[in-house]
């Protein structure tokens, strides 16, 4: 056998074997007003049960040093997420999932709000990486993709309000 066809082998086996990359999910919506006005309603970590439509309760607690919200959803199921970073001065957050209902694992997700090209409007991005769990891909990212949705359209309508 040639060197050159076992290192081919080689490599491809490696590839296969490889870890599998993270799936990612980002939406992005532009809204009426500023970048302070948007993140007046997003920048409380346990807001989101004033913008986000399927949030009924979030309570906020500290674990080793860590902050961690609860959130219930109006069909009563339960998401920990702990606050991974935050920037006040850029205007995002960074989060990740520690339990869920949602068929994924690994999530982290950051929410940025940024001034928007057109003058008077603001853009709100909420992307993540994350990985499937005992679904395929898709499935995943659409069940990811239809929350950030919901909670972006109610933030535009919330915008467009002020």
Known sequence: ???STVVGALAVLGLACGPALAEKNSNRIEGKGTPAQAW????????IKAWHPAI???ELSEKGGDKIRTLT???GAKFVEKLVKWDDKGT???YAILESPLPIENYVSTIKVEEDD????????????????GVPAQTARKAVADIYLAG?????????GK
């Open 40 to 47: 007046a309603l997003i920048g409380d970590f346990c807001g």
């Open 56 to 58: 009924a309760s979030c």
């Open 1 to 3: 056998m040639r060197v």
């Open 73 to 75: 959803t109006k069909d």
């Open 118 to 133: 057109e003058p008077g409007k603001v853009a709100i991005t909420w992307s993540s990486t994350f990985d499937p769990k």
């Open 92 to 94: 995002s957050y960074t």
């Open 152 to 160: 972006l359209l109610e933030l535009k309508a919330k915008l467009k």
